[in-house]
């Protein structure tokens, strides 16, 4: 069973800056990032592969940089120019190589989750 730990959230004003963290027990082909605000549906942010290509939501690719220390198992979401909207739970995910050759970002691609981690973004 693979586990992920997410880490690196917490409270930021806007247009202040935030890394995600993300460390997997095992090494994945594919691993992403989604949130999810209150009420609203998880959507996804962005995600790698082992070996490739990011691939990013269009609402934040300007903003957010994806990237991994395969080494470590760890892949990082880097989050510049936040704004109250980007104020969710959020939450890595990992897949096999297959999820990462979509292009795009379907929460039903992803076989495993982490717990979350609370990112809030004050005015």
């Known amino acids: 069973q693979v586990q992920l730990a997410e880490s690196g959230g917490g409270s930021v004003q806007a247009g202040g800056s935030l890394r995600l963290s993300c460390a997997a027990s095992?090494?994945?082909?594919?691993m992403g990032w989604f949130r999810q605000a209150p009420g609203k549906e998880r959507e996804g942010v962005a995600r790698i592969p082992s070996s490739g290509s990011a691939y990013y939501a269009d609402s934040v690719k300007d903003r957010v940089t994806i990237s991994q220390d395969n080494a470590k198992n760890t892949v990082y979401l880097q989050m510049n120019s936040l704004s109250p909207e980007d104020t969710a739970m959020y939450y890595c995910?990992?897949?096999?190589?297959?999820?990462?050759?979509?292009?795009?970002?379907?929460?039903?691609?992803?076989?495993?989750w982490g717990q979350g981690t609370q990112v809030t973004v004050s005015s």
């Open positions: 095992l090494p994945m082909r594919c």
């Open positions: 995910a990992a897949g096999g190589l297959i999820t990462c050759l979509r292009q795009d970002l379907r929460a039903r691609d992803y076989a495993y």
